[in-house]
């Protein structure tokens, strides 16, 4: 079992900045892709970024290439994205998320925190 812990969430202004954490315990030894999603009220939830386990590669929304930035850090088990000239239409619960080991495209995703509030004020 692997528990994905995201924090780092909360009210920030237009155009500012915020970075999310997510700590990963338990099983952790895998050698997977990590990513972020974003859900908010009566939506379905949507794809963010998304990083290799080296690091090497990443992908990103349209709607957050270039303002986003995702990162991780295996020998402390923790992903980041730092979120940059932030917009009204960012707000939503950000929740963190593991690969599976099936490279379905898109590729599923077995384990997820339980999220984190970001709010961007206009």
């Known amino acids: 079992q692997v528990h994905l812990v995201e924090s780092g969430g909360g009210l920030v202004q237009a155009g500012g900045s915020l970075r999310l954490s997510c700590v990963a315990s338990?099983?952790?030894?895998?050698?997977?892709?990590m990513g972020w999603f974003r859900q908010t009220p009566g939506n379905e939830r949507e794809f963010v970024a998304a990083?290799?386990?080296?690091?090497?590669?990443?992908l990103y929304s349209d709607s957050v290439k270039g303002r986003f930035i995702i990162s991780r850090d295996n020998a402390k088990n923790i992903l980041y994205v730092q979120m940059n000239s932030l917009k009204s239409e960012d707000t939503a619960v950000y929740y963190c998320?593991?690969?599976?080991?099936?490279?379905?495209?898109?590729?599923?995703?077995?384990?997820w925190g339980t999220g984190t509030l970001v709010t961007v004020s206009s």
């Open positions: 998320a593991r690969g599976g080991s099936d490279p379905g495209v898109p590729r599923p995703m077995d384990y």
């Open positions: 338990g099983h952790t030894f895998s050698a997977l892709p």
């Open positions: 990083i290799t386990w080296s690091g090497k590669s990443t």
